[in-house]
């Protein structure tokens, strides 16, 4: 079974610094999907980048990228030029390649930037 | 931008009682997912959902609970006699294509509080 393991409960920043929230997978699977989200204190789950198991490039959205190291199964997400919006829950998933199948969570770690 | 919208976004209940949680997912999405969220704990799959059928449910997704298309736009959880322990974020989430390339977009939630 898959396993997405987010050993960091909480990581502060201050802004326009750069943060790495890690994140680390466990599947027997050749081909998934790896995501991150991010859940502000209200509540709203908001897709933010995502990593194929077969892409070579690390992906990147504007000032998220997602550091794929697929031998040592880690997926850690850096925020650059980190910004006081950016405090709030993030948590990294996985999903594996059969349609409808669960897209599985990690426990989530808490970001606080300060000014 | 389409988004997954969920009504109502508060729901008190008593114990004992049924509910319904409502959500109309991307029009153009083909599979939906329900998820809960025990206040500040891991977001967990209950109920993934395709061409008016079950695809995958966990363990928490028992007998008290079921799902439904009714029509062509809403996609119901409903919960047929609520205990306190169900009392949590309620989301509901939608994907293109259910693969692993296919992020999951996700409502507000509705916080169901049962007493």
């Known amino acids: 079974a898959q396993k997405i393991t987010q050993t960091q409960p909480g990581m502060f920043v201050q802004e326009k610094e750069a943060v790495t929230l890690d994140c680390t997978y466990d599947?027997?699977?050749?081909?998934?999907?790896l995501f991150w989200y991010k859940q502000p204190s209200s509540g709203e789950m908001i897709f933010l980048i995502y990593?194929?198991?077969?892409?070579?490039q690390n992906a990147t959205e504007g000032r998220y990228s997602l550091n794929f190291q697929k031998a040592r199964k880690s997926a850690n997400l850096v925020i650059s030029a980190s910004q006081l919006g950016d405090s709030a829950m993030y948590f990294c998933a996985m999903k594996l390649n059969q349609a409808g199948t669960a897209l599985i969570f990690g426990k989530g770690t808490t970001l606080s930037v300060s000014s | 931008e389409p988004e997954v919208t969920q009504t109502p976004s508060h729901q008190v209940t008593q114990m004992g009682q049924e509910v319904i949680l409502r959500c109309v997912p991307i029009?153009?999405?083909?599979?939906f997912y329900w998820y809960r969220q025990i206040l500040g704990q891991k977001v967990e799959f209950l109920v993934s959902?395709?061409?008016?059928?079950?695809?995958?449910k966990s363990e928490i997704f028992d007998d008290q609970f079921s799902v439904e298309r009714p029509d062509g736009s809403n996609f119901t959880l409903k919960i047929r006699s609520t205990k306190l322990e169900d009392s949590a974020m309620y989301f509901c989430?939608?994907?293109?294509?259910?693969?692993?390339?296919?992020?999951?977009?996700f409502g507000n939630g509705t916080r169901l509080t049962v007493t």
């Open positions: 599947t027997s699977d050749q081909s998934y999907g």
């Open positions: 029009s153009n999405h083909l599979y």
């Open positions: 989430a939608s994907s293109e294509t259910g693969g692993e390339n296919s992020p999951l977009h």
């Open positions: 959902f395709y061409n008016n059928e079950i695809s995958e």
């Open positions: 990593q194929g198991s077969y892409d070579e």
